[in-house]
């Protein structure tokens, strides 16, 4: 199957199968205010002046929360502290479940862990938390926090099932496909690992159709929550596995055929934008590779495709792969080890290209549904193996559906040695093309489970060597888009616990002279942890989420389960956290506001 079909798939495919069946309610846009969404070119509103935002004044910082929610929340972070705890926190759970019974033991869970990092149960039982939040001035990004709770066996099983073709299965197709891009018997279970992420393990079509239903309705619910919600999605509950694996293989073995030819020309080691290859001798090259004859490859590369410069960058290259050249036929690349040019995409069967195809319109569906209700959907990164061709069919939906305002929001690991690259060769595109560049930056959940996969299958490390170059990487993404902002239709979500990190976005902000009226900087954070730094943006007037999960209580235990260990690995925030908790309700005691209300 040529690669331009996948492409032609995500910019024109319909649903067209009985599940996909959802008639979304039309809904009247709101006017432009304090919390709506701005168009790339709105125009610039009257600016207030921006308070100073202190992170040391428990006062206001924890003025949203009654005393039992402090006590709560200093409980929980210290039982997260624990590790004999910690080890033990499966056994633990269901002794108390033994010993109390459902309903007490739910209880239980509500007045700890539960109602720490949970909202509730349903729509309707978060509804006046999320009011709360909103009136001091956060904002929410529903999540339905339900895990499947998988035995490591089956999840085993499922895994290598869907991250291999028929071909591969078959054993004539495996060796196709570079080591990184392909299923590892050491790694059957991805959530091994993983605290910080969601993972879903692919089981039938019929459970894709589920999950983006699920989907449908959180973006349904931040619609009518609020008027400038988020909602977020997993390209990987979507689909099979395999596709992407595939799919990121192509786009990696592409990218890095522009770097052998680019090394050819003298132009090794440049970073990404600063690469250009000369096109004759590119031509010359392609030529005595024999992938075409010489006069079909000059057709390639014309003026009215790539300018008149003789030249041609990275983003140029990549467009190549595009449906809109004839060059997608030709997709071949060199094999160093054999010297034989290979096909980039291995073929698939009728199903397989079927299930493709549906994982496609499932994504087409959901931001169709964003769309129409005002809600911009973050697309979640994940591992690095997955993550060239997330990255790629999010840009796909940018270009659909970021043509006025940013709704597709993609998502930026900092701890990936190319994180870099990736965006600034992501916003120039952007910028090129004339849509609305949108980007939530993470500095990553899967650093573990990658440096392991790496050194055990043999293939080089992708994430940055400590986590000091990891804060650098961040910053370093984080300043260029903040610099961008002022000349470029962005939007850019900083998801962080990290105050430092949460400090040099506000100073950058004020240096570049970026007002949180403008909705351009957002901020995030997870419901139940570091509200010292939420809930001082709030009440400054800057756009801030808290991911909020919700559902019932014993599906969410493996969220939970996650949020524990999560915590217990950033002790550094988290004793912090606990000293302002315990500053405040010691001010309270001293002052006689134990019984403080919210107002």
């Not at 009136?135 to 926090?145: E, K, M, N, T």
């Not at 019932?552 to 690995?569: D, G, H, K, Q, T």
Request: proline content about 5%.
């Amino acid at each position: 199957m040529a690669l331009n079909r996948v492409l032609s798939v995500v910019r024109s495919c319909t649903p067209r199968f009985a599940p996909l069946s959802t008639a979304p309610a039309t809904r009247e846009q709101p006017a432009a205010g304090p919390g709506a969404v701005l168009g790339c070119g709105a125009a610039e509103a009257v600016r207030p002046p921006v308070p100073a935002v202190d992170f040391g004044n428990v006062q206001e910082a924890y003025r949203s929360r009654r005393s039992w929610e402090l006590a709560r929340s200093l409980l929980v972070l210290r039982l997260c502290a624990s590790p004999a705890l910690l080890a033990r926190q499966e056994q633990l759970l269901h002794l108390a479940r033994r010993l109390l019974g459902q309903r007490l033991f739910d209880m239980l869970m509500k007045m700890t862990f539960y109602g720490q990092f949970v909202a509730g149960e349903d729509q309707e039982s978060i509804r006046p938390l999320i009011r709360h939040n909103r009136a001091f001035g956060v904002g929410a990004i529903l999540d339905y926090g339900v895990e499947e709770d998988l035995s490591p066996k089956e999840a085993e099983r499922q895994e290598m099932e869907s991250c291999t073709s028929v071909a591969e299965r078959k054993g004539n197709g495996t060796s196709k496909r570079e080591k990184q891009y392909q299923a590892h018997p050491a790694f059957r279970d991805r959530r091994d690992g993983v605290i910080s992420a969601r993972t879903y393990v692919y089981a039938s079509e019929a459970k894709c159709d589920s999950r983006m239903e699920t989907f449908l309705r959180c973006i349904e619910a931040s619609g009518g929550a609020s008027d400038d919600g988020f909602s977020a999605i997993k390209l990987t509950a979507l689909g099979r596995p395999q596709f992407l694996l595939q799919f990121s293989d192509v786009l990696t073995k592409w990218r890095r055929f522009f770097h052998q030819m680019a090394a050819e020309q003298g132009k090794a080691g440049l970073a990404a934008m600063d690469t250009k290859l000369d096109v004759a001798a590119l031509q010359e090259s392609m030529a005595k590779m024999g992938i075409a004859p010489r006069k079909e490859i000059e057709n390639w590369f014309m003026a009215e495709t790539l300018g008149v410069s003789g030249t041609l960058d990275l983003l140029d290259w990549s467009s190549l792969i595009d449906s809109r050249t004839e060059l997608s036929k030709h997709l071949v690349v060199p094999n160093m080890q054999t010297g034989q040019l290979e096909p980039l995409l291995s073929g698939f069967t009728e199903e397989e290209q079927q299930q493709m195809k549906r994982m496609l319109q499932r994504m087409d569906v959901l931001a169709k549904k964003a769309t129409e209700v005002g809600v911009r959907l973050m697309v979640d990164a994940e591992q690095s193996y997955f993550q060239p061709a997330i990255s790629r069919l999010t840009l796909e939906m940018q270009r659909k559906f970021n043509v006025e305002k940013p709704l597709i929001f993609n998502t930026y690991q900092c701890y990936l040695r190319d994180a870099y690259d990736n965006i600034t060769l992501d916003m120039e595109l952007a910028r090129r093309e004339g849509w609305c560049f949108g980007a939530k930056l993470v500095r990553g959940a899967y650093m573990a489970q990658e440096r392991a996969r790496a050194a055990k299958i043999g293939y080089e490390d992708p994430i940055n060597p400590t986590y000091e170059a990891t804060n650098a990487m961040y910053h370093r993404c984080l300043n260029y888009v903040l610099e961008e902002l002022k000349h470029t239709k962005a939007e850019v979500m900083v998801a962080s616990h990290n105050e430092e990190t949460v400090r040099f976005t506000l100073r950058r902000m004020e240096e570049l002279g970026l007002h949180p009226a403008d909705h351009q900087v957002y901020f995030g954070q997870l419901l139940g942890m570091c509200d010292q730094i939420s809930f001082p943006l709030g009440q400054a007037g800057f756009p801030v989420y808290k991911y909020v999960p919700y559902g019932p209580v014993m599906e969410v235990l493996p969220y939970l389960s996650r949020r524990a260990l999560e915590n217990s690995s950033v002790m550094k925030g988290s004793r912090r956290e606990q000293q302002l908790l315990w500053q405040e309700l010691k001010r309270r005691l001293r002052t006689g506001s134990l019984f403080h209300h919210p107002a």
